[in-house]
């Protein structure tokens, strides 16, 4: 049967042979057993809906051994036979060049080489799933490839609800991920309600299908580095023979590495699991593998006195690092951590003295124990960075509730008034202030060709609308400006694609309706393929995240999610192609709110009206809702907003004078 054939048929008729364990494939931990005897059942009954009950003694039994065995109901035995990868739009059946857009991005979110487990379908995150089980993909991937652009196809956390009558001006799929009613929203019932198949965990861009690889990650992980690097420079020198240290070497944490020789410092990047650390290098994302503790320091030392830019995995625990450097008084100028910590009780965090295999098996088969070790091990990591940070690390969380779930396990972490935390998170005291307040945020394009030229040809498109803007910009974005433009040329070079041929580029309101405009005219005259547009949920207005992408939102605000709704529901009435609107992701379930949107490029005249329209909403929205809460930045990048669209009119706040409170 031909891959056309195979979408087109959805789950098979006939039940294909069972599939056997694989073993060199990166698969999910087992997850914790939660269901009782009768919520088993209930789990069974809703995965054999998907099958005709001829099949269900069989797969009763299959199934059942699943969720006894991996805690979940994947349903390996339809994972397809074909090549997971994005193919070339064109090779895509279907109706609708919309939706052939969307079953590529889907292709590219479950590629082996660009999703964490593949054949759990999840994309990364350790929990981060386009699907709960391949029913569902299978079933999406048939729906896709029938639809017309008349229908919109409706998913439920993963499960596609089905095609329901529409219009060409609506989104071609909606989806929504993890929506609980609040009350249900602790990590435990993520646990239960994924058991019985009801809900999952998105992510941000997992189950939204916008997951491009840790390239994805790499800009702003750059942005990071360099400007964290600009926070310590007494004199203007940059990172040259300075030392960074985290860990992770996951879907998002695996881009630091690449991150730390862009921005020119010594990074020195811990990871627990080989897998992990083997993949990362031999796709040349970390230089050096390094296992012991000391030969770690020597190569340190070594680094730093000949300045050598350089990236090392360490194959151990990162709690390991900190503790071993403090005692070795070697100087460590920034630091961070991007273990999991979002999801610290199933995998995302491992707690030190316990060997990778054995925290595998107790929090299966003994999780009060493991969380009790996680947190103990929580407390020494805190412990060891306070040792740096007083000799003047700069240390920064970024993104992973490292410092939340550290302060709820009784570390030093908390600063002396008791409500915040001692060290900001990358968006208080970076992200937000210079990126996010004026627009710029994670722009992302996908080149549905399938074609690396394409990549480059919208690589110099970009860098030239750039070029031309950043003429006339004022002062207040022009770092952001040229660091931007530097990142667009150095794009090729360092070689950043893993998976389709996606492009990620932080860029303001302006810069992104500009660029995609330009993008537009070069399909409309032939030069290039069509583009899918994206972002990430991780930006000026996509996500609600008291300690992430809102942190730095002081009005009392941050904890509510007005701003991600609107987002999304704004983006659908303004031409997205496919909207997501997801609980959960980065820091965890229940802590955040996030959206996105997908959109494609095909060089008509519709497709220029509905960029300009949707995409000046997606960032403007952000703003204002910035500008309310008072940001210096946001108030001057919603005043130019107005400036330049006279429809737009924004609510300003007024200052108060503190002496009349
Ligand atoms: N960089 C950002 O801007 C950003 C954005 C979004 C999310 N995050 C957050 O960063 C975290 C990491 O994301 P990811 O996609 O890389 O996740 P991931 O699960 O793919 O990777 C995390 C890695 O950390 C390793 N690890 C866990 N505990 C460890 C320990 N004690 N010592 C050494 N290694 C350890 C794991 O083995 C895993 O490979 C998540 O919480 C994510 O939400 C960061």
Not at 229 to 258: C, D, H, W, Y
Not at 499 to 519: M, P, V
Not at 560 to 583: E, P
Request: glycine share 10%.
């Amino acid at each position: 049967m031909t891959f056309q054939q195979q979408i087109k048929q959805g789950i098979p008729s006939e039940l294909p042979a069972p599939k056997p364990y694989e073993t060199n494939i990166n698969h999910a931990p087992k997850r914790k057993e939660i269901l009782s005897d009768d919520e088993k059942k209930l789990a069974l009954r809703n995965a054999l809906r998907y099958f005709e009950p001829q099949y269900h003694q069989v797969l009763a039994k299959e199934f059942l051994d699943e969720l006894n065995t991996y805690g979940r109901i994947y349903m390996y035995r339809f994972r397809p036979e074909y090549k997971m990868y994005a193919r070339p739009i064109s090779e895509y059946p279907g109706n609708s060049e919309q939706a052939k857009a969307i079953m590529l991005m889907i292709q590219n979110n479950l590629d082996y080489a660009v999703a964490q487990h593949p054949h759990e379908l999840i994309t990364y995150g350790g929990n981060g799933a386009v699907f709960q089980n391949w029913a569902q993909y299978l079933l999406t991937m048939q729906y896709l490839s029938e639809m017309t652009d008349e229908q919109t196809l409706v998913m439920y956390s993963g499960h596609p609800m089905g095609l329901f009558p529409s219009h060409k001006e609506a989104p071609r799929v909606v989806v929504t991920n993890g929506m609980m009613i609040p009350n249900y929203s602790k990590p435990d019932d993520w646990e239960k309600f994924n058991a019985l198949g009801v809900t999952q965990y998105g992510q941000m861009t997992a189950g939204s299908y916008m997951y491009i690889g840790p390239q994805g990650i790499v800009h702003g992980t750059t942005i990071t580095v360099l400007n964290g690097g600009r926070k310590i420079s007494k004199n203007g020198e940059g990172l040259e023979g300075k030392v960074f240290i985290t860990s992770g070497l996951g879907g998002m944490s695996g881009a630091q590495p690449k991150a730390g020789n862009i921005a020119g410092c010594i990074t020195i990047c811990a990871e627990v699991n080989p897998k992990a650390v083997h993949t990362r290098h031999s796709q040349g994302w970390v230089d050096e593998v390094i296992v012991d503790l000391d030969q770690l320091t020597q190569r340190v030392l070594k680094a730093k006195e000949n300045k050598e830019v350089v990236s090392i995995a360490f194959e151990g625990n990162v709690v390991e690092v900190w503790e071993h450097f403090a005692k070795e008084n070697i100087y460590v100028d920034l630091g961070s951590d991007q273990t999991s910590l979002h999801n610290p009780w199933a995998g995302g965090y491992y707690p030190v003295g316990l060997s990778f295999e054995q925290a595998n098996d107790m929090m299966a088969n003994n999780p009060e124990l493991f969380k009790q070790k996680v947190q103990e091990s929580l407390r020494r990591q805190v412990d060891a960075i306070n040792i740096h940070t007083a000799r003047g690390t700069y240390f920064f969380d970024y993104g992973n509730a490292f410092l939340l779930e550290s302060s709820r396990a009784g570390a030093d972490i908390m600063a002396a008034n008791g409500i915040d935390f001692k060290y900001p998170s990358y968006v208080q005291d970076i992200m937000g202030p210079m990126c996010f307040d004026y627009g710029f945020g994670p722009f992302r394009w996908v080149c549905a060709s399938g074609k690396p030229e394409d990549l480059q040809k919208t690589d110099e498109i970009a860098c030239k609308v750039l070029e031309e803007m950043i003429e006339n910009s004022p002062k207040e974005i022009q770092q952001q400006m040229a660091d931007n433009i530097r990142w667009i040329k150095g794009a090729q070079e360092n070689k950043l694609v893993v998976g389709s041929q996606a492009r990620i580029l932080y860029a303001d309101a302006e810069g992104r309706i500009k660029i995609a405009e330009a993008f537009n005219q070069a399909i409309a005259t032939g030069e290039i393929g069509y583009v899918v547009l994206g972002r990430d949920h991780h930006d000026v207005s996509g996500t609600d995240s008291p300690f992430r992408e809102t942190s730095n939102i002081y009005d009392g605000s941050r904890f509510t999610a007005d701003m991600a709704i609107h987002n999304v529901i704004g983006d659908s009435f303004r031409g997205a192609t496919w909207v997501s609107i997801h609980n959960g992701g980065g820091v965890g379930w229940g802590e955040v709110i996030n959206g996105g949107f997908g959109m494609l490029l095909d060089g008509s005249a519709d497709a220029s009206r509905r960029l300009e329209s949707m995409l000046f909403w997606d960032v403007n929205n952000g703003i204002s809702r910035r500008s309310w809460a008072r940001n210096e930045g946001a108030i001057f990048a919603i005043k130019r907003a107005m400036e330049a669209q006279p429809l737009l009119k924004v609510t300003l706040p007024n200052r108060v004078d503190d002496s009349v409170l």
